[in-house]
């Protein structure tokens, strides 16, 4: 595709995201599902919507950022934005998204926070008939849609949030991580680099992002191999690249912080 060609798509795909938040805002119905697809690398600007938003990647890996932090959704998971909070969006890879619009009446007790969340088959199924087309909705439908809502309170919790500090000093060391990811990070060299003691540097760090630098260290390692991973390279070649000095001790991380190995992690049938 020529530059001008791809300035033509990007113009188009921003115009269909402006008709998609005026169409969810101007929804009556409880929930308003629909599908939405974005080539990799797009970025969606800064937004926000009066309902919340269940976001279910069928293809791609997202990732949304926010003042809260930053959180992943990667194969097998979705994730909860709640209503009004402004967020971006960057598409790791081609992405096909189904998202599920919930008005604040529709829950007595809706989740205030974002949650990136493991997906049932159930989930999965239900997500996938919320957005069937307009043609074949009718009573069926509102019971899908209803029976989604009460799935979507019972799915597990994944940590696939990154927290980002607000000082814009350890915001830079973070980012300059994010990009050279290493399982070497020393404390003492970035409480140096801020001109802090070791001590010092350990309450800052937890007061601007609630985890230690060690936690945070692992979760943005997840963020980095996760999208990799998903794609199909050898769980050796990202754990050598992310400074591990072995591959057990990459697993034995992604374990600690997931819940299971790297291979079991992505067994999960992409369709129900």
């Given at each position: 595709?020529?530059?001008?060609?791809?300035?033509?798509?990007?113009?188009?795909?921003?115009?269909?995201?402006?008709?998609?938040?005026?169409?969810?805002e101007a929804a009556s119905e409880p929930v308003y599902a629909i599908p939405s697809e974005y080539p990799a690398g797009y970025h969606v600007k800064a937004h926000s919507h009066s309902r919340a938003q269940f976001v279910y990647a069928s293809a791609g890996v997202l990732m949304v950022s926010s003042v809260q932090g930053r959180w992943m959704v990667p194969p097998g998971h979705a994730l909860w934005i709640p209503a009004g909070l402004v967020h971006t969006?960057?598409?790791?890879?081609?992405?096909a998204m189904l998202s599920a619009y919930v008005a604040p009446s529709a829950l007595a007790d809706p989740p205030t926070a974002i949650r990136v969340v493991a997906l049932t088959d159930l989930a999965r199924a239900l997500i996938i008939e919320a957005v069937a087309p307009a043609d074949v909705r009718g009573g069926r439908h509102d019971l899908v849609m209803a029976l989604l809502l009460e799935e979507v309170l019972r799915l597990p919790d994944r940590p696939l949030g990154l927290p980002f500090p607000s000082d814009t000093r350890l915001a830079a060391l973070c980012r300059g991580f994010m990009e050279n990811p290493s399982a070497r990070l020393v404390i003492d060299d970035w409480a140096e680099r801020l001109a802090m003691s070791r001590r010092a540097f350990t309450r800052f760090f937890r007061k601007e992002?609630?985890?230690?630098?060690?936690?945070?260290?692992?979760?943005?390692?997840?963020?980095?191999?996760?999208?990799?991973l998903a794609a199909g390279e050898a769980v050796t070649a990202v754990a050598l690249d992310l400074g591990y000095e072995s591959v057990?001790?990459?697993?034995?991380?992604?374990?600690?912080?997931?819940?299971?190995?790297p291979r079991g992690y992505f067994k999960t049938p992409e369709n129900p």
């Open positions: 595709m020529t530059k001008s060609g791809q300035r033509l798509a990007l113009g188009e795909l921003a115009r269909l995201h402006v008709e998609r938040l005026a169409a969810i969006v960057d598409m790791l890879g081609d992405v992002t609630g985890i230690s630098l060690s936690t945070w260290r692992q979760q943005a390692a997840v963020f980095t191999a996760l999208p990799r057990a001790a990459f697993i034995t991380m992604f374990r600690r912080m997931l819940g299971t190995a």
